[in-house]
């Protein structure tokens, strides 16, 4: 029996090329696992070029410390923090600004050491996941073609491998939009039969450790 497989999609990308100080350790801890040989890690190939847009967009530095410079003029205009610390946070924010800004020309060179390690699986898209994306997009999920990709990749993906003698096939799944319960606990119908036919067990962190309810019919994968 072949080792189990854990699939990862966009989130866990944007979590491990992020600024150094925004990194998410379980992402890093989930690859630190892969590598030595405790599953096999596995990522759909538009998850990168998904990330490579996001991340700087979500961690714009300017954008993130703005906030703050506006609540210190304000403090200072009303006299709650003297001209000192004024000039002190100001400083801080600079630094902030400068150490993402150069974080962020690292993304490139991140996602390229990601597509050369050799205990991640990036795979691009067959067939058979763009035949199987137009299936789901005639359910309604009102999914965004993004996701509807992701989720077609990571059923044919989990399919095949299971075909191949994998043991059993995990899915860290942090977006709720993808996840098969709502905010509640309650399962979505449509996602869980998807995920429940491909035999994927969701997990909604990258311990694998924190599973929402599921059916009593899925049995614990074995570790």
Same mark, same amino acid.
Not at 1 to 6: E, T, W
Not at 8 to 21: K, L, M, R, S
Not at 123 to 130: D, G, K, T
Not at 164 to 185: A, I, N, R
């Given at each position: 029996?072949?080792?189990?497989?854990?699939?990862?999609?966009?989130?866990?990308?944007?979590?491990?090329?992020?600024?150094?100080?925004?990194?998410?350790?379980?992402?890093?801890? #989930?690859?630190?696992?892969?590598?030595? /040989?405790?599953?096999? @890690?596995?990522?759909?190939?538009?998850? &990168? +070029?998904?990330?490579?847009?996001?991340?700087p967009?979500?961690?714009?530095?300017?954008?993130?410390?703005?906030?703050?410079?506006?609540?210190?003029?304000?403090?200072?205009?009303?006299r709650?923090?003297?001209?000192?610390d004024?000039?002190?946070?100001?400083?801080?924010f600079?630094?902030?600004?400068?150490?993402?800004?150069?974080?962020?020309?690292?993304?490139?060179?991140?996602?390229?050491?990601?597509?050369?390690?050799?205990?991640?699986?990036?795979?691009?898209?067959?067939?058979?996941? #763009?035949?199987?994306q137009?299936?789901? /997009?005639?359910?309604? @999920?009102?999914?965004?073609p993004y996701? &509807? +990709?992701?989720?077609?990749a990571?059923?044919?993906?989990?399919?095949?491998?299971?075909?191949?003698?994998?043991?059993?096939v995990?899915?860290?799944?942090?977006?709720?939009?993808?996840?098969?319960?709502d905010k509640?606990?309650?399962?979505?119908?449509?996602?869980?039969?998807?995920?429940?036919?491909a035999?994927v067990?969701?997990?909604?962190?990258?311990l694998?450790?924190?599973?929402n309810?599921?059916?009593?019919?899925?049995?614990?994968?074995?570790?």
């Amino acid at each position: 029996m072949k080792p189990p497989v854990v699939l990862v999609e966009t989130n866990w990308v944007v979590d491990i090329i992020a600024p150094a100080h925004l990194q998410n350790p379980q992402a890093k801890q #989930l690859m630190q696992r892969a590598q030595t /040989g405790e599953f096999q @890690l596995c990522v759909p190939a538009i998850c &990168l +070029a998904e990330a490579r847009e996001t991340v700087p967009r979500r961690f714009t530095p300017r954008s993130r410390s703005e906030d703050f410079r506006k609540f210190v003029r304000w403090a200072r205009d009303e006299r709650r923090v003297s001209d000192t610390d004024t000039q002190v946070a100001f400083r801080i924010f600079d630094q902030f600004d400068g150490l993402v800004a150069h974080e962020l020309t690292k993304v490139p060179a991140r996602l390229e050491t990601l597509v050369q390690n050799p205990h991640l699986d990036v795979f691009p898209l067959s067939q058979s996941m #763009l035949e199987r994306q137009v299936l789901i /997009g005639a359910m309604e @999920l009102s999914l965004k073609p993004y996701d &509807l +990709a992701i989720l077609a990749a990571i059923l044919v993906k989990a399919e095949v491998c299971q075909q191949d003698g994998y043991s059993w096939v995990g899915f860290c799944e942090l977006d709720t939009d993808l996840q098969p319960w709502d905010k509640s606990g309650n399962r979505k119908p449509i996602l869980s039969e998807l995920y429940d036919n491909a035999r994927v067990w969701v997990y909604q962190d990258f311990l694998l450790e924190d599973v929402n309810a599921l059916p009593d019919y899925w049995t614990t994968p074995q570790r």
